[in-house]
């Protein structure tokens, strides 16, 4: 219990430390979101009312106690591009981003476990060159590329799908899902690389301890030894690098969103990034460090009761 009062303790922290970042970095960088929105021909007067109107006029501090004390509250205040709440803003979207995160994470987990116990149990020089090949090449590839040649190859070669004509989970959920399939795979490869890699290097160390040359000394076949003891000792250390994975998935999102055209939460910050949208940045930034960190945390604690000997 005192492990995990510590480990939301940290959070908390954690998620404090970063809100007073996203705050500072975007009251300070250059620019002026009053003169963003009226245009660079607006009189100084009507600039001036306009940052009173949206509290741009206030001392830094108070407006970030403000801005704090609203977002405890799920209020992240009015888009200053669209005059609307920045919640109504990121409904549908946060719904088309989690599907679409969540079909990524499916296609690691699913992809990356084969493959990985296949590279490990591969013997011959040229077979371990070749995964290691592959997986190198493939983490190495960034998710908008990828994203780019499976548009091409999927959208205009194969006709598989339009790009741009997502649906809208509300309308049909797996007509969504399977628009969805296309970015998933973008963001997904490297990762599935990156994972592949890991479990393989993770198994292969496991191999060469004592426990397993005790075991086919009592018989074991060398499927069972791999199986039965081997591959669940190497799952321990792979457990704590999803959380490492889900984080590279949800910045991945971002790019590909906007290569796929889905109306995400990925898509919403690059517009709201080039229009000085900083409420509609600050909660998206702050619900990506948000959703991370609480992952985090929860692989921690399935870290925990997996191996209670390891202390994190």
């Known amino acids: 219990m005192k492990y995990v009062l510590k480990k939301i303790l940290t959070l908390i922290i954690a998620l404090l430390l970063i809100s007073i970042v996203v705050f500072l970095a975007f009251s300070v960088i250059p620019g002026d979101a009053a003169i963003s929105k ?8 009507r600039i001036a009312e306009l940052r009173e109107m949206l509290g741009l006029d206030k001392p830094i501090l108070e407006r970030y106690f403000i801005w704090l004390g609203n977002a405890v509250q799920l209020d992240f205040g009015t888009s200053y591009q669209y005059n609307v ?16 995160s969540i079909i990524s994470f499916i296609m690691v987990i699913v992809f990356s476990i084969p493959i990985g116990i296949f590279s490990a149990k591969r013997r011959s020089v040229p077979g371990r060159t070749a995964m290691t090949t592959i997986t190198q090449i493939t983490m190495g590839v960034p998710s908008f590329f ?4 499976i548009t091409y190859l999927f959208s205009i070669i194969l ?3 339009r790009l741009g004509d997502f649906v809208s989970p509300a309308d049909s959920f797996w007509g969504a899902c399977a628009y969805l399939v296309f970015p998933a795979i973008a963001i997904a490869l490297p990762k599935i690389a990156m994972t592949v890699k890991f479990l393989t290097t993770s198994i292969r160390a ?14 074991h076949t060398k499927n069972g030894v791999l199986y039965g003891h081997v591959l669940k000792n190497s799952l321990v250390p792979v457990i704590t690098f999803m959380g490492v994975i889900v984080a590279e998935i949800v910045a991945g999102s971002i790019i590909v969103e906007k290569v796929f055209s889905v109306p995400g939460v990925g898509t919403l910050l690059i517009t709201a990034i080039t229009n000085r949208d900083y409420p509609v940045v600050e909660a998206v930034v702050l619900l990506f460090a948000f959703l991370i960190i609480v992952i985090n945390f929860i692989v ?8 209670p000997r390891v202390k994190i």
């Open 38 to 45: 009226l245009g660079t021909e607006a009189t100084p007067e």
């Open 159 to 161: 006709k598989m799908f």
């Open 85 to 100: 709440s920045v919640n109504s803003l990121l409904g549908t979207r946060i719904i088309n981003s989690s599907i679409l």
């Open 146 to 149: 990828l994203g780019v040649l």
């Open 300 to 307: 921690d604690m399935i870290y925990k009761i997996v191996d």
């Open 206 to 219: 496991e191999l060469h301890k004592d426990y397993v040359r005790t075991a086919y000394a009592k018989g």
